[in-house]
C-alpha cells in the first residue's frame, strides 16, 4: 500500500515538477541580478519552495532589504500556507506521528496541496513523499541553472527572462479575477496602491519591501472584512465534511 501510495506520488509530481522547473528558471534570473551564486540560489529554493515568497526574497535581497524586513516580507507572502496546512490537518489520520505532519506541511504549494486534498481518505504521508521527492529538486534545480545562465547569457536576454516570471505572476492572479469581481477589484487596487506609494511623500521614502508589507495587509485585511468568503465557498470546509463522512463509513 506505501509502495503504491509513493508511486502514485511520483507519478503526479512529475508534471508538476517540469512546470516549477520552468518557472524557477526565470526566478533564477532574479536571484542573479540579486548577487546568489548558483548554491546559494539551490538552498534558497530547496527550503523555501514558493515562488512569490523567493521572488520577495531575491527583489528584497537586491534591494539590500534588512534581515527583518526580508523575514516579514516572506511571512506576509507566503501565508496563505498557513491556510492551506490548517484545511490539510483536517485530513490526517489521527494517530499520525508529528514529524510526518511536520514533513508534509513543509511541502505545501499550491499544487502539492491540489493534487493532496483531492485523494479520498486521510492523508498517506508517503503519497506526498513521492511527489516531492521529484518537484522540490526540480524546482531548486531550475533555480540553479537560471543563475548559471544569467552569468553567461547576454544582458538583453537576461533582461527578456526577468520580464518572463512577470508572466507567471499574471497566470496566477488572472483566471481568480476573471471569475470573481472583488478579487478583480482588489487586484486593480493593489496596482494603483502600489504605484501611489512610489510617489506620495513620506510613504516613498519606506523601502519596498516595507511599503510591500504594509500594503499585503491593509489590502488583504479590508477584502477580507467587507467581502468575507463564504462557508459555502470553502473549500477547506467541503474536504473536512467529505473526511469525516469517510471516518464514519
Known sequence: MKKKAFFDGLRD???????????????????RNAGLTPLQGFIASFTNVASAGEYALFTSIQAAASYLEIALITLV??????????????RFNPRTPLIHRFLVGFGITDEIFGITIARQGFINP?????????????????????????????????????????????????PPAKKSRVIMI?????????????????I??????????ILTVLIASVTAILKP?????????????????????
Open 204 to 213: 516613498n521614502g519606506l523601502s519596498g519591501g516595507t511599503r510591500t508589507i
Open 126 to 174: 508517503i503519497y506526498n513523499y513521492g511527489a516531492l521527492l521529484v518537484a522540490v529538486p526540480l524546482w531548486s534545480a531550475g533555480t540553479s541553472l537560471g543563475i548559471i545562465a544569467g552569468n553567461f547569457l547576454p544582458a538583453r536576454v537576461v533582461s527578456a527572462l526577468s520580464v518572463a516570471l512577470y508572466g507567471m505572476f499574471l497566470a496566477i492572479i488572472v
Open 13 to 31: 509530481g512529475l508534471p508538476i515538477g517540469l512546470g516549477y522547473f520552468a518557472v524557477a528558471f526565470s526566478l533564477g534570473i532574479v536571484a
Open 77 to 90: 507572502v507566503n501565508a496563505r500556507y498557513l491556510l492551506m496546512s490548517t484545511a490539510l490537518t483536517q
Open 229 to 249: 468568503i463564504s462557508d459555502t465557498d470553502s473549500v477547506s470546509d467541503e474536504a473536512q465534511k467529505k473526511s469525516e463522512q469517510e471516518a464514519g463509513q
Open 186 to 202: 482588489a487586484v486593480l487596487v493593489s496596482f494603483a496602491a502600489s504605484y501611489a506609494s512610489t510617489i506620495i511623500p513620506v
